[in-house]
T-cell receptor, first 114, second 112 residues
Framework: DAMVIQNPRYQVTQFGKPVTLSCSQT?????MYWYQQKSSQAPKLLFH???????NEADTPDNFQSRRPNTSFCFLDIRSPGLGDAAMYLC?????????????FGPGTRLTVL | QKEVEQDPGPLSVPEGAIVSLNCTYS??????FMWYRQYSRKGPELLMY????GNKEDGRFTAQVDKSSKYISLFIRDSQPSDSATYLC????????????FGKGTRLSVIA
């Protein structure tokens, strides 16, 4: 089945220790998104790639970076995680850019910061 | 005022009940309206997708959009315990490289 895969599902890191979350997709979609979702909150878009073009949301902290080495993979790097960065991180893909196209989500990576 | 408002619940109903979930929004430019279902510890999955105003039905699920009132609803008929999840509304404008705007989600429990 075509899908969006996120690894790891659970990640524990220490305050200030860099961490990388991984997303891969077999849908061959052009667009890949990273969202942060805290408990009982709406998913918050951090950034997205349309193909190789990177689009950062204005309020995404500099602590969050992303890489997309090819169509299938996208990474979220958190350079110096703080306690406030503990959350579920969701990767999503869509064929077209813009919110009108259906987004397909991965299962998420739950990040704990100690 | 937030762009999208959604009552977080939790909402608890008996099996077989009709469930009504709602969102209000402030941006009249929104044209695409979606409902996502998110099970515990899983990513959201698209449940219903509606363009502009009107109703859309899919099995036990009906989505309604009232653009004049800036109000959208999701109805679940004959609710089942497997419907227990968080339901997120989401919406976007017609064009451009603009993101999807989500509500906070309503947590629903259907009790057998």
């Amino acid at each position: 089945d075509a899908m969006v895969i996120q690894n790891p599902r659970y990640q524990v890191t220490q305050f200030g220790k860099p961490v990388t979350l991984s997303c891969s997709q077999t849908l061959n979609h052009n667009v890949m998104y990273w969202y942060q979702q805290k408990s009982s909150q709406a998913p918050k878009l951090l950034f997205h790639y349309y193909d190789k073009d990177f689009n950062n949301e204005a309020d995404t902290p500099d602590n969050f970076q992303s890489r997309r080495p090819n169509t299938s993979f996208c990474f979220l790097d958190i350079r110096s995680p703080g306690l406030g960065d503990a959350a579920m991180y969701l990767c999503a893909t869509s064929r077209l850019a813009g919110g009108s196209d259906t987004q397909y989500f991965g299962p998420g990576t739950r990040l704990t910061v100690l | 005022q937030k762009e999208v408002e959604q009552d977080p619940g939790p909402l608890s109903v008996p099996e077989g009940a009709i469930v009504s979930l709602n969102c209000t929004y402030s941006n009249s430019a929104f044209q695409y309206f979606m409902w996502y279902r998110q099970y515990s510890r899983k990513g959201p999955e698209l449940l219903m997708y509606t363009y502009s105003s009107g109703n859309k039905e899919d099995g036990r699920f009906t989505a309604q959009v009232d653009k004049s009132s800036k109000y959208i609803s999701l109805f679940i008929r004959d609710s089942q315990p497997s419907d227990s999840a968080t339901y997120l509304c989401a919406m976007s404008i017609l064009s451009g490289n603009t993101p999807l705007v989500f509500g906070k989600g309503t947590r629903l429990s259907v009790i057998a």
